[in-house]
């Protein structure tokens, strides 16, 4: 008979049958409407890319299904005396384990409630009506990427000298990383903004974001119309944590005015040599 066994000491002696009784009395005043189940709440969390660009989940939940061995009374069949059924304690109703699909749209976000019609309980009685599923979406928190409404925010360190110099550096996005140019003479809170590399509009078509991020800003029409942008914050620092190596624009060009004044100065020397020697003539 379940969990309401020894629920307490009753020191009047009324034990189970009064709680069966009981929870026939609740379940009939809490169910407004005979022959249709109950709506059922479950909160669903996602990552934060499968709110901005859309995914399917399976999903486990637990559902009140009609009792076939009472046939939805919630007392044994063939009283009187009137005994509550023993396979759902008198509920009506017994519990069942269900698995579903669910589609996740893109450019859900965290809070928003998803409806699947008659996916809820079943009717207590049998055949009728299965109450809706609502499906509350959670979305997890992102170690690098925070959202508002359609757009993406990131904040990426990089190192002083290619701040001054300019380079290049990886960015966090929605599928992994893109590599972005960082202009000469970026300061920390400067913004570039990534079209289209934001959640999908909900409702639009789910395109996938761009595959390079080509000149910044930019903005392509179609994409634009699919999916908000993402804008990143460079925050110049000493040391960087954003995979700059030694391709960096501004090591390069450090490196070729090195060779470019080593090369002046071989010539300049090799001029003052034949000079000396023409002179000395
Ligand atoms: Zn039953």
């Given at each position: 008979m379940?969990?309401?066994?020894?629920?307490?000491?009753?020191?009047?002696?009324?034990?189970?049958?009064?709680?069966?009784?009981?929870?026939?009395?609740?379940?009939?005043?809490?169910?407004?409407?005979?022959?249709?189940?109950?709506?059922?709440?479950?909160?669903?969390?996602?990552?934060?890319?499968?709110?901005?660009?859309?995914?399917?989940?399976?999903?486990?939940?637990?559902?009140?299904?009609?009792?076939?061995?009472?046939?939805?009374?919630?007392?044994?069949?063939?009283?009187?005396?009137?005994?509550?059924?023993?396979?759902?304690?008198?509920?009506?109703?017994?519990?069942?384990?269900?698995?579903?699909?669910?589609?996740?749209?893109?450019?859900?976000?965290?809070?928003?409630?998803?409806?699947?019609?008659?996916?809820?309980?079943?009717?207590?009685?049998?055949?009728?009506?299965?109450?809706?599923?609502?499906?509350?979406?959670?979305?997890?928190?992102?170690?690098?990427?925070?959202?508002?409404?359609?757009?993406?925010?990131v904040e990426v360190r990089i190192d002083a000298e290619t701040a001054r110099r300019g380079g290049r550096v990886n960015v966090p996005v929605l599928d992994g990383e893109r590599r972005i140019v960082v202009p000469a003479g970026t300061v920390s809170g400067a913004e570039m903004r990534l079209a289209g590399f934001g959640a999908v509009r909900l409702g639009a078509e789910a395109v996938p974001i761009p595959a390079e991020v080509t000149a910044a800003p930019y903005r392509s029409r179609s994409v634009g119309d699919h999916r908000g942008d993402q804008i990143v914050t460079f925050v110049v620092g000493e040391s960087s944590t954003d995979g700059q190596d030694d391709t960096s624009e501004g090591r390069r060009a450090a490196r070729n005015q090195g060779l470019w004044r080593t090369g002046v100065l071989a010539v300049a020397l090799v001029a003052a040599v034949i000079g000396a020697f023409v002179l000395g003539r």
């Open positions: 379940g969990a309401k066994d020894g629920r307490k000491g009753d020191p009047e002696g009324f034990g189970p049958i009064e709680d069966q009784f009981q929870a026939i009395f609740d379940d009939f005043f809490r169910r407004p409407v005979a022959g249709s189940g109950r709506d059922r709440r479950i909160p669903m969390l996602v990552s934060l890319e499968e709110a901005a660009s859309g995914a399917s989940k399976v999903i486990k939940a637990t559902f009140e299904a009609h009792c076939t061995d009472c046939k939805g009374s919630g007392v044994l069949l063939g009283g009187p005396p009137v005994f509550a059924c023993s396979v759902c304690g008198g509920k009506r109703h017994v519990l069942q384990e269900r698995t579903l699909t669910v589609k996740v749209p893109a450019g859900i976000d965290d809070g928003q409630v998803l409806r699947l019609a008659g996916q809820g309980d079943e009717a207590p009685l049998g055949g009728g009506q299965r109450g809706d599923l609502m499906i509350e979406v959670i979305v997890a928190p992102h170690p690098r990427l925070r959202r508002a409404g359609v757009d993406l925010f």
